[in-house]
């Protein structure tokens, strides 16, 4: 990363990622977007025992909303079900265990899922890993790769057939601003090239997220799709992975509820969704997905490439 992309990278963090930023920006929030019943409608969130999942949960449940949390702890997705069921008075909470960096299971778990259910309104493809030192999983891939992008792709791929039949479908993905400081890099996807620092793999895996994002709202117009930054939120995986700045920043963190809001305007809200489909959005804004003067676009044919990749990928580990 160059000494420019991080420099400004921080500078931009500091007055627009923090809770005092959002506070300033909820002065702009239209509060009627989010005075809406989702009664009827269902979404399927992933990593959705705690943080900014957990959050979006709770927001979405009080608003009468079936939720299929997919979670990797069984204990502590039960947990959380029962509090949000207690404190929305919602019943329509279902919790499904999967690990997202067990690539075959993630497919098992899509298409069985797809057969059971007969409707999915939206996907929140929250779940997000962040390692310290580089490893694979059981089939052999770098499991920050296999989390936070595999999955999700194979997520919206196996799930699009079931979006499609469903009213107003939406998908989101939640992605990171240290996106910023990446441009795509399809040639090594698993961190084999290199000396692996875990937060900026995390930041690549992020990048990949929106250009997913924008190439899948391309090929499915009747779908809105939609990628956002939380902020700089106080989450178990900041606090986990990113210690020092965790402590230095702990003050000027948002809070889960603040990092979420922008998920449930995008899954909720009329207004979101004229907005077009496939852009990267912050504090329900609809924003740029680069720095100026960072260099960080790829071409038309490198994102082509990437999904052609991807799609290879994912297919090699379908169940048949």
Not at 36 to 64: C, D, P, W
Not at 66 to 91: F, L, P, Q
Not at 157 to 171: A, F, G, N
Not at 178 to 188: A, E
Request: some cysteine; aromatic content about 8%; hydrophobic content about 40%.
């Amino acid at each position: 990363m160059s000494l420019y992309r991080n420099s400004a990278w921080f500078l931009k963090g500091l007055s627009e990622f923090t809770k005092g930023a959002y506070l300033s920006a909820s002065k702009n929030f239209v509060e009627k977007d989010l005075e809406t019943s989702v009664v009827g409608r269902s979404f399927l969130i992933t990593g959705a025992n705690s943080g900014i999942g957990k959050a979006t949960a709770m927001a979405i449940a009080k608003k009468g909303g079936t939720i299929h949390m997919v979670c990797r702890n069984k204990d502590k997705a039960e947990e959380a079900r029962a509090e949000i069921v207690k404190e929305s008075g919602n019943k329509e909470i279902y919790v499904h265990i999967l690990d997202l960096s067990e690539t075959k299971k993630v497919w098992e778990f899509a298409e069985s899922f797809k057969k059971k259910y007969k409707t999915l309104n939206v996907l929140i493809n929250n779940a997000g890993c962040m390692m310290t030192m580089r490893e694979v999983n059981g089939e052999g891939l770098e499991k920050s790769f296999a989390s936070n992008s595999l999955a999700v792709y194979i997520l919206i791929k196996s799930l699009i057939p079931l979006l499609e039949k469903s009213t107003d479908p939406r998908v989101i993905t939640v992605s990171s601003g240290g996106m910023l400081v990446q441009k795509l890099r399809t040639g090594n996807l698993q961190s084999q090239r290199g000396r692996y620092d875990g937060t900026m793999v995390y930041a690549q895996n992020k990048r990949q997220q929106v250009v997913m994002t924008e190439q899948f709202a391309k090929a499915h117009p009747n779908i809105h799709f939609s990628v956002m930054h939380p902020g700089w939120v106080d989450t178990p995986t900041i606090a986990n992975a990113m210690p020092d700045f965790h402590s230095s920043m702990k003050e000027r963190l948002r809070t889960p509820e603040q990092g979420a809001d922008t998920v449930v305007w995008l899954a909720v809200s009329e207004a979101a969704v004229k907005n077009p489909s496939g852009r990267f959005f912050q504090d329900r804004q609809m924003v740029s997905a680069h720095l100026p003067l960072a260099w960080t676009h790829s071409s038309q044919l490198e994102d082509q490439k990437f999904m052609s990749v991807m799609e290879d990928l994912a297919k090699s580990f379908q169940p048949h």
